[in-house]
């Protein structure tokens, strides 16, 4: 199984996320199943998350762009792939949805036919799994917001490029004392051991 870890936090050494991502890398390390693992931090790449396209670079030739290659080949190589990140606002970091709008673009993560009013995802068969943290209690986003995050990223993202095994672990209270962070970095690593 190849592995693609997706990392997003500004502070890639001290925080929260940071724990989660060396748990899911001692997690896969142990795991028999696993043959490559890759970790793109959108940070460290100082990937560009602004969508540009205008007369010389039009939105039907995302899927072509030269800059957006080597975060193409990583996903087509992929069989999981793993996202960390934060929960701001209710929603995924802005580095993490730019990198969103330049990838899953058409005829690379999803085709229109011609006929057909519903597109097809281009991502089948590849599995997906959304480690989040998030200053506020767990249930949160659920009871007030709808759950809104789960609602994007599952439905709207995913299930629309093909992908429909998609997990979340969503941690909340990370920020407070009573968190049990130390409990749900070691729920993360059994998680990897067992993928």
């Given amino acids: 199984m190849n592995i693609l870890v997706v990392f997003t936090h500004p502070n890639s050494k001290n925080s929260l996320c940071s724990s989660f991502l060396e748990s899911t890398m001692t997690g896969l390390s142990n795991?028999?199943?696993?043959?490559n693992v890759e970790v793109l931090d959108l940070y460290k790449d100082n990937f560009n998350p602004v969508l540009v396209f205008?007369?010389?670079?039009?939105?039907r030739d995302m899927h072509k762009s030269m800059e957006m290659e080597k975060y193409r080949e990583q996903v087509v190589k992929a069989d999981k792939i793993i996202y960390i990140y934060p929960i701001w606002w209710g929603r995924p970091p802005a580095m993490l949805l730019g990198y969103i709008d330049k990838l899953f673009a058409t005829n690379?993560?999803?085709?229109?036919?011609?006929?057909?009013?519903?597109?097809?995802?281009?991502?089948?068969?590849k599995e997906v799994m959304c480690i989040s943290t998030m200053k506020g209690p767990t249930g949160y986003l659920k009871l007030f917001m709808g759950n809104v995050h789960k609602i994007l990223m599952k439905k709207v993202l995913f299930n629309f490029v093909g992908i429909n095994k998609v997990k979340f672990y969503e941690f909340g209270s990370m920020e407070n004392s009573g968190g049990q962070q130390k409990k749900k970095i070691e729920q993360i690593e059994r998680v990897m051991r067992a993928i």
């Fill in 31 to 35: 795991n028999k199943r696993v043959k």
């Fill in 54 to 59: 205008n007369d010389d670079f039009k939105r």
């Fill in 108 to 125: 690379f993560a999803f085709k229109y036919s011609k006929g057909k009013i519903l597109p097809e995802g281009l991502l089948k068969g």
